[in-house]
């Protein structure tokens, strides 16, 4: 199990436009050479920010700031807006389980409230940690 480097990559760009929406203009491109990916996966992910209201983007002058204050985002909010999780959640679970066999049968029965309790527990702590705890570690 894997989540994506969505998640990362927008906590790199939130940290970012946050140490330094005030200092320059702060673009795709730049966040592209900070994170050394392409500016198209840029592009994407700041439409899921802006969407998710963590950001604001001006056109004309430019720039991206934060639309909230460091604080009041967490890893939990980051997270729901980069990885773009189906209602099922992070476990895909495989959808037709044969129902003559006895695991089979009851594979969901045994295993969905489990899988469920981890996600809450995962949910949980990453709303526990904000964009401000990233950014207090970045030394700049």
Same mark, same amino acid.
Request: some cysteine.
């Given at each position: 199990?894997?989540?994506?480097?969505?998640?990362?990559?927008?906590?790199?760009?939130?940290? &970012?436009? #946050?140490?330094?929406?005030? @200092? +320059?203009?702060?673009?795709?491109?730049?966040?592209?050479?900070?994170?050394?990916?392409? $500016?198209?996966?840029i592009r994407r992910?700041?439409?899921?920010?802006?969407?998710?209201?963590?950001?604001?983007?001006?056109?004309?002058?430019?720039?991206?700031?934060?639309?909230?204050e460091p604080k009041?985002?967490?890893?939990?909010?980051? &997270?729901? #807006?980069?990885?773009?999780? @189906? +209602?099922?959640?992070?476990?895909h679970f495989h959808?037709?389980?044969?129902?003559?066999? $006895?695991?089979?049968?009851?594979?969901?029965?045994?295993?969905?409230?489990?899988?469920?309790?981890?996600?809450?527990?995962?949910?949980?702590?990453?709303?526990?940690?904000?964009?401000?705890?990233?950014?207090?570690?970045?030394?700049?």
């Amino acid at each position: 199990m894997q989540v994506s480097s969505q998640f990362t990559i927008a906590i790199h760009m939130l940290s &970012y436009i #946050a140490l330094y929406q005030h @200092k +320059e203009k702060i673009t795709s491109d730049v966040l592209a050479g900070s994170i050394e990916v392409n $500016p198209v996966i840029i592009r994407r992910l700041l439409s899921r920010l802006k969407g998710a209201g963590m950001i604001t983007v001006h056109r004309g002058t430019g720039g991206t700031f934060l639309a909230r204050e460091p604080k009041d985002i967490t890893l939990l909010d980051v &997270y729901e #807006a980069a990885e773009n999780l @189906k +209602e099922e959640g992070l476990f895909h679970f495989h959808e037709h389980p044969n129902p003559r066999c $006895p695991v089979g049968r009851d594979i969901h029965h045994a295993l969905d409230g489990k899988l469920a309790e981890v996600q809450k527990a995962m949910e949980d702590k990453l709303a526990s940690f904000t964009l401000s705890d990233v950014v207090g570690d970045i030394t700049v």
